[in-house]
């Protein structure tokens, strides 16, 4: 088919099927994913073996735990909005090429102090492929399996941190903590070549640049099989689009009281989430059950976080975002609120804290992606970036109040049910969201006319 005159490219892309094309768009930004949630997981179950060959003191690796995580935060909220100036595809591949050459120089660290500033270093890299990778998959995704597609990317993320687990479990006895860091820095600058020949820049964004109208046709002519343009043909995206510091944007056109209630979201549900997966064994210990037995109740809790990403992802599409999460959260403050009622009944404790994943977890996933669909492109990278990176520090108090409630001897059931009253707190937010929804900005037709 040959167009003479315009092509609404958010329209044409809507409108496709699936195909190839995003599929390996799927699987690339999933690969990158893996050996994010590798690379970030990887130093908590390296923990004894680096404090064994440092020679340091276990609670010393507190604060590169800590480091990481900062790292995260900060390499969120910087390259979210770079990727919206530069471009997705230039900001995956160096994050990966970064934080692969940083995971590497993490396997010849020899002291605590070094240990620390590259776990901040690969955090920025960490931080900066994960909103990137969901910008991208949003704008090529269907409107109608955008959550499905987006959600499914992200289980590459648990995937990752589930290899790493595996893979210390194999090699750590015979080759040590250092070759399972050389294998999370060698296979990322692997996949990077991968990367640059295949990876495709958002056409949404290279409308919205400016980019030649050769450069936008190659990579259409791959997201559709069959389109023909000609030097007739101009590009067309029409929505809201503004010059400035974008991530002022974000509190502008009608945006500001959402973006606020979108970050308590993040960081009440990330805040609630960590807890559980720092504290639960410890907690379901205290109730007389064997440590090597409380483990399987984090074990339970990522298999209900990989079900329940993709479960919702898919809810989401047919129901809608502020319909299905609400109910999810609300649902999942119930659960979290219950574990504290078990006792030392272990099938039942294993049974719940499938649930709480899968409402938390999963619940945490269908959050990363809301932020793609509720910013337009021009600042779509940097509202997930913020997002994630504000949400980050949920984590870091996670770890404070946990300490605190058990330093003042409160109940099990009392813990328990802080913990549910923060993922009800991310349920009252997604729902005044979506109450809270801007008013349609009038959109404007940003063209590439033919022949630029």
Not at 267 to 295: C, D, E, K
Request: some cysteine; proline content about 5%.
């Amino acid at each position: 088919m040959a167009f003479t005159e315009s092509i609404d490219v958010p329209a044409l892309l809507d409108h496709e099927r699936i195909g190839s094309f995003r599929i390996e768009l799927l699987v690339l930004c999933f690969m990158v994913l893996v050996m994010d949630g590798y690379d970030v997981l990887v130093i908590g179950n390296l923990g004894p073996s680096l404090a064994q060959s440092l020679r340091i003191a276990r609670p010393a690796l507190g604060p590169v735990f800590s480091a990481g995580i900062f790292g995260l935060a900060l390499g969120a909220l910087f390259f979210g909005p770079l990727a919206d100036w530069l471009g997705r595809r230039r900001m995956i591949i160096a994050s990966t090429v970064f934080f692969g050459i940083c995971t590497l120089l993490t396997a010849r660290a020899t002291s605590v102090h070094s240990l620390l500033v590259l776990r901040f270093a690969t955090g920025l890299g960490l931080g900066g492929a994960f909103p990137n990778a969901i910008a991208l998959m949003s704008e090529f995704a269907p409107q109608r399996v955008r959550y499905t597609l987006v959600t499914l990317m992200q289980a590459g993320f648990a995937a990752g941190g589930l290899l790493s687990g595996v893979i210390v479990s194999w090699l750590i006895d015979a080759y040590g903590w250092r070759t399972v860091l050389y294998i999370g820095g060698v296979v990322p600058l692997l996949l990077a070549p991968l990367l640059v020949a295949r990876l495709p820049e958002s056409i949404r964004f290279l409308v919205i640049k400016g980019a030649r109208a050769e450069t936008i046709g190659a990579v259409l002519s791959r997201a559709v099989p069959g389109i023909q343009v000609t030097s007739d043909t101009a590009f067309v995206v029409r929505e809201e689009n503004r010059r400035g510091v974008p991530m002022l944007h974000l509190f502008r056109e009608g945006r500001a009281v959402g973006t606020a209630l979108l970050w308590l979201a993040a960081m009440a549900n990330i805040l609630a989430l960590t807890f559980l997966l720092f504290w639960l064994p410890t907690l379901i210990n205290s109730t007389g059950i064997a440590l090597r037995l409380a483990v399987w109740s984090t074990v339970a809790y990522q298999v209900g976080s990989i079900v329940g990403a993709v479960l919702l992802g898919r809810l989401v599409d047919l129901r809608g975002t502020y319909r299905v999460l609400p109910i999810n959260f609300v649902v999942g403050a119930v659960i979290v609120s219950l574990l504290g009622l078990t006792g030392s009944s272990l099938p039942l404790i294993v049974a719940l804290s499938l649930g709480v994943g899968f409402c938390t977890g999963g619940g945490q996933v269908g959050l990363n992606a809301l932020p793609g669909t509720y910013y337009p492109t021009y600042i779509r990278s940097t509202g997930v970036g913020w997002a994630l990176g504000v949400g980050r520090f949920g984590a870091v108090i996670s770890g404070l109040l946990g300490t605190l409630l058990l330093s003042w001897r409160w109940s099990l059931p009392m813990i328990f049910i802080v913990d549910g009253f923060f993922v009800l707190c991310a349920a009252a937010a997604v729902f005044l969201m979506g109450l809270s929804l801007p008013r349609p900005t009038p959109a404007v037709p940003v063209a590439v006319p033919p022949g630029n």
